[in-house]
């Protein structure tokens, strides 16, 4: 069982930033891929970003490259996402997941969801 609890979500102007980050607790292997998914008003639920828990390749959707950045720090069991120029569109309850396996695209794939925190974009 992993265990995931989400932080860093609030209201932030347009063009401003904010870090997310992702705790992560109990069976953390080197296995493990992690993602960050959102959720506008009235959306699905849509991947965002993603990375193996181990290093290497990051996977971002095509609206965020370039403004966003996906990280991990292992020794803390912590996931990030760094969200700069936002904009209203960005609106959205933002998740962290796991999956056992290579990072993807698709939220079915993912086994370990957290709670979400709310980030709000004004313009």
């Known amino acids: 069982q992993v265990q995931l609890v989400e932080s860093g979500g609030g209201l932030v102007q347009a063009g401003g930033s904010l870090r997310l980050a992702c705790a992560a607790s109990g069976r953390i292997f080197s296995s493990i891929a992690m993602g960050w998914f959102r959720q506008g008003p009235g959306k699905e639920r849509e991947f965002v970003a993603a990375?193996?828990?181990?290093?290497?390749?990051?996977y971002y959707t095509d609206s965020v490259k370039g403004r966003f950045t996906i990280s991990r720090e292992n020794a803390k069991n912590t996931l990030y996402l760094q969200m700069n120029m936002l904009k209203p569109e960005d609106t959205a309850v933002y998740y962290c997941?796991?999956?056992?396996?290579?990072?993807?695209?698709?939220?079915?794939?993912?086994?370990?969801w957290g709670q979400g925190t709310q980030v709000t974009v004004s313009s």
């Open positions: 990375i193996k828990w181990s290093g290497g390749s990051t």
């Open positions: 997941a796991a999956r056992i396996g290579l990072p993807r695209h698709e939220a079915g794939l993912y086994d370990y």
